[in-house]
């Protein structure tokens, strides 16, 4: 009795331990690169799944980073009876389908392998080095331009122009005597040489007429 007991028992392990199911690493491998080929650097490839995929809420929300080169290695746990499960693997906003298939995958030690590249639908951001130089090149157009009008609109009036060449300009007076027009710095020998006014009284004219002009 105790021999068949034992037999029974051994019967039912071993149909037990040959139903069990054992599971293996599955690692999804590869690259993430932008619409540009520039590699996705730092960002996390994340398994999500379709409402109705029941099987892949078992792996839901595990990830695992890209590299500098946008290189990255997902692992999950699988068995045989996800075998045809359809995942969803999600960076930077899009989703990529990946069916788990365990004959396409390279069986190692290390358990099963796959490779899977990504290529974004965008395109990589603008980096700061680039947002920097183009704000730079900016401030300095504006700059060039202020300067550039301001200079055509000094050099459009006459007094300034004669400034801006480095000629002095040489104001013109009204003569006191015969209201003749002429530049300041003859009035004096005009008066004297013209209306024959003594010197010292010309020259008192002339200061007491650039004194009322200053008033004023």
Not at 46 to 54: G, H, L, N
Not at 83 to 90: K, P, R, S, Y
């Amino acid at each position: 009795m105790r021999l068949l007991i034992r037999t029974v028992l051994v019967a039912t392990t071993l149909l037990c331990m040959s139903g069990l199911v054992f599971a293996e690493p599955y690692t999804i491998s590869g690259s993430v690169a932008y619409q540009n080929d520039t590699p996705v650097q730092y960002e996390e490839v994340e398994v999500d799944c379709a409402t109705y995929e029941y099987d892949c809420h078992a792996f839901e929300g595990q990830s695992a980073p890209t590299d500098l080169s946008g290189a990255y290695a997902l692992t999950i746990e699988v068995d045989e009876s996800y075998d045809g499960a359809e995942l969803l693997l999600t960076i930077r906003g899009e989703s990529f389908g990946h069916v788990i298939n365990l004959s396409a995958a390279d069986q190692t030690s290390e358990g099963y392998v796959i490779e899977q590249d990504i290529i974004l639908v965008q395109n990589s951001p603008t980096g700061p080095i680039f947002t920097g130089l183009g704000c730079s090149v900016l401030v300095f157009s504006v700059a060039f331009i202020l300067i550039l009008i301001r200079t055509v609109r000094r050099f459009s009036v006459e007094g300034e122009r004669e400034r801006f060449v480095g000629r002095k300009t040489n104001p013109i007076t009204d003569c006191p005597v015969c209201e003749g027009r002429l530049p300041r710095h003859l009035l004096t020998r005009h008066l004297i040489v013209e209306h024959e006014i003594d010197a010292h009284e010309a020259a008192e004219m002339v200061g007491s007429m650039l004194h009322e002009q200053s008033l004023d």
